[in-house]
């Protein structure tokens, strides 16, 4: 330990680091599409928190909450209604709003995949990183081992090549192990909570839909006058 805390300047090349992290970040956002990059840097802020540990919500109470609602104060009572997360309390809003049971489930449906969708990238985007890190160092390395072999047996060219050699397998594999991972795992776990909550809200909302709005069934054209047989 005395030994790297005295080193620690030959651990660390600002240069090198940069240029293995930024193509490290690059190469995750090519893999996980326009955006990703942007949501995942942005879910850093929440990375480590429960997403209802100061709330204490939780699926269950958050549908008990609306039933008792709707029994004591009616349908439009829902208006009061506000969750931790904003996507169910936008849900709750377009289901005042809402014509009819069909219209409300079908756009419930597409708005919980989407933010299934976007809530997942920010834990995949870390994964890929986690993934691409060691790649990105082991080609580091080689190119660092084709300069060494470049250079013959000159010392004075060996020893920064040798550096350039070691150091971007050593920042693949902490940019991998100590950073991306853990990020990833703790995203995963908050996406998991996040969508298996909002999955049973939306459900709970649309079985409310079906009970307390117009239901409209298939359009079947009905004439105005009966068609007649051509003579």
Request: net charge neutral.
């Amino acid at each position: 330990m005395d030994i790297v805390l005295s080193n620690v300047g030959r651990f660390f090349d600002p240069l090198t680091f940069v240029l293995v992290l930024g193509s490290v970040l690059i190469m995750a956002w090519i893999q996980n599409g326009r955006g990703s990059f942007v949501l995942a840097l942005s879910a850093l802020i929440n990375c480590g928190r429960d997403p209802f540990a100061e709330s204490g919500e939780n699926a269950t109470f958050m549908c008990r909450r609306i039933d008792f609602v709707l029994r004591e104060e009616g349908f439009l009572g829902l208006e009061r209604v506000r969750s931790p997360d904003v996507f169910v309390t936008r849900v709750i809003q377009y289901l005042l709003n809402a014509k009819d049971a069909k219209t409300f489930e079908e756009w419930a449906r597409l708005e919980e995949h989407a933010i299934q969708k976007k809530q997942n990238m920010m834990a995949t985007y870390w994964s890929a990183a986690s993934e691409i890190a060691p790649a990105i160092g082991l080609i580091g390395t080689i190119i660092g081992l084709v300069q060494l072999f470049a250079t013959g047996i000159d010392p004075l060219k060996m020893g920064p090549a040798m550096s350039f050699t070691l150091l971007t397998s050593l920042y693949g594999l902490f940019i991998s192990n100590i950073v991306a991972f853990p990020i990833y795992v703790r995203l995963q776990a908050r996406a998991e909570i996040l969508n298996a909550y909002r999955a049973a809200a939306v459900q709970h909302m649309i079985a409310i839909a079906k009970r307390e709005l117009l239901i409209v069934g298939p359009v079947h054209f009905s004439p105005q006058q009966p068609l007649r047989a051509a003579s």
